[in-house]
């Protein structure tokens, strides 16, 4: 079975400095691996996408996961966070081929101080 | 905008009440899902169709039921409501069913069970 494990439930960081948020999966089949925001009372927006092409996966404001098939991870970094970044992400593992079903990690809240 | 409309956007009910929460699909969209989003379990996949067929199954009880209509909005029904019912419920969707199509977002229905 796929699952995804977020490893901090918490981070802070201050305004203009790197962020990186830990993910690590388990999958049986090469996996499709996902991060989606949350903003507060908001939807979910996806952020960046792996399907299996190219390992290192570029993402809408600045943000970029590195897929590690070895380590099994999927960590998501921005190299200088904003004020607007402070949400709640998760890190989402697609269940199976054929379908849209997604498996989401438990989320990391993300703070950042001025 | 994630182009996906979820109505209400509140909903208080009593336990044993039965409620109908609305989910308008992006233009195009032909699959829905259903996800539930709650403190204890975090986000859990509910329901999927595609096209008004039901797609894929996850962790919906039996008190819920969904549909997909022919002009593709989706109704999920929450009957004999619990006080854990109470979550944050999302509709998501996306061109195709499967996990290689993104999934986009409403803003969820929040549903208090009193």
């Known amino acids: 079975a796929q699952s995804v494990t977020q490893l901090d439930s918490h981070v802070s960081v201050s305004e203009g400095t790197p962020v990186l948020l830990r993910c690590n999966y388990s999958s049986s089949y090469s996996p499709s691996l996902f991060w989606y925001v949350q903003h507060p009372n908001k939807g979910l927006q996806l952020l960046l996408k792996y399907t299996s092409a190219a390992t290192l996966v570029k993402g809408i404001n600045g943000f970029e996961a590195e897929f590690k098939k070895s380590e099994t991870s999927f960590h998501l970094t921005k190299p200088s966070a904003h004020m607007s970044d402070a949400a709640e992400y998760f890190c989402v593992v697609s269940e199976a081929a054929g379908t849209g079903k997604l498996i989401f990690g438990q989320g990391t809240t993300l703070q950042v101080k001025p | 905008d994630s182009g996906v409309t979820q109505t209400p956007k509140h909903l208080i009910t009593a336990t044993g009440q039965r409620v109908t929460l609305r989910c308008s699909p992006r233009?195009?969209?032909?699959?829905v899902y259903w996800y539930q989003q709650s403190l204890d379990q975090g986000l859990q996949f509910l329901i999927q169709?595609?096209?008004?067929?039901?797609?894929a199954k996850g962790n919906i009880l039996e008190r819920f039921s969904a549909q997909q209509f022919p002009d593709l909005h989706s109704e999920l029904n929450l009957s004999s409501l619990e006080l854990g019912d109470s979550a944050l419920y999302f509709c998501?969707?996306?061109?195709?069913?499967?996990?290689?199509?993104?999934?986009?977002f409403g803003n969820g229905t929040r549903l208090t069970v009193t």
């Open positions: 998501a969707s996306s061109v195709v069913g499967s996990l290689n199509s993104p999934l986009h």
């Open positions: 169709y595609y096209n008004g067929e039901e797609r």
């Open positions: 233009s195009g969209d032909l699959s």
